[in-house]
């Protein structure tokens, strides 16, 4: 049987898979995630994962290779990661009161059979008022910069998010339930 590869460097993924007990290795899949505005969101989060399943098939054999993406979408704007503290605040201020989209996708590769599956999902997310003083604070714990949209869901951030409509892995950077029925066209199972 193929070995497990997880091409990403997100402690958040790799806690998902291990909580669904896969064993699995990491080999970061490092790209250049600069975004082009000519695509929808859907085609960018799916090229994403895509571009890093290729950067990694080529670091290892016989493998089943899982990349992610994340995007937040607001406004039809995508927005990544922040670059810096000012655009973290941009980015907070900007969703601070109203409702986004987050859009992960997943890809899986296989580097026997050369066989690709790409799907994503959705969840939109309601963000309660931010007071400006809480948005500083928030930025210095640091935790908004390596998270799309500038927040995770899954730390502090989590007190920001007053409402979701789809599943709570989508936002954190994993949805499971797609994961799961993805695998098992590659004949891995989690139960």
């Known amino acids: 049987m193929s070995k497990l590869v997880l ?8 806690e998902l898979l291990k909580q669904l007990k896969l064993k699995f290795t990491v080999v970061p899949g490092r790209i250049d995630e600069s975004l082009d505005d000519g695509l929808l969101p859907v085609e960018m989060v799916e090229k994403l994962a895509q571009k890093k399943i290729l950067k990694v098939a080529n670091l290892v054999e016989d493998a089943v290779i899982i990349a992610a993406d994340t995007i937040v979408v607001f406004n039809n704007k995508i927005l990544g990661k922040p670059a810096d ?3 973290a605040k941009k980015m907070l201020e900007m969703l601070q009161g109203k409702e986004h989209q987050v859009f992960t996708s997943i890809a899986i590769y296989q580097t026997n059979d050369k066989k690709m599956l790409v799907k994503h999902d959705q969840t939109t ?5 931010i007071e400006l003083e809480d948005i500083e604070k928030y930025i210095k714990t640091g935790e908004p910069m ?6 995770g869901i899954q730390g502090i951030g989590g007190i920001f998010v007053e409402e979701i409509r789809g599943s709570y892995y989508t936002v954190m950077g994993l949805p499971i339930h797609l994961l799961t029925k ?3 066209e590659f004949a891995i199972g989690v139960l």
């Open 125 to 129: 997310v309601k963000m309660i008022e």
């Open 146 to 151: 390596d998270k799309a949209g500038a927040y």
């Open 182 to 184: 993805m695998l098992k």
């Open 85 to 87: 503290h000012n655009e």
């Open 7 to 14: 091409a990403s460097a997100s402690p958040r993924r790799e």
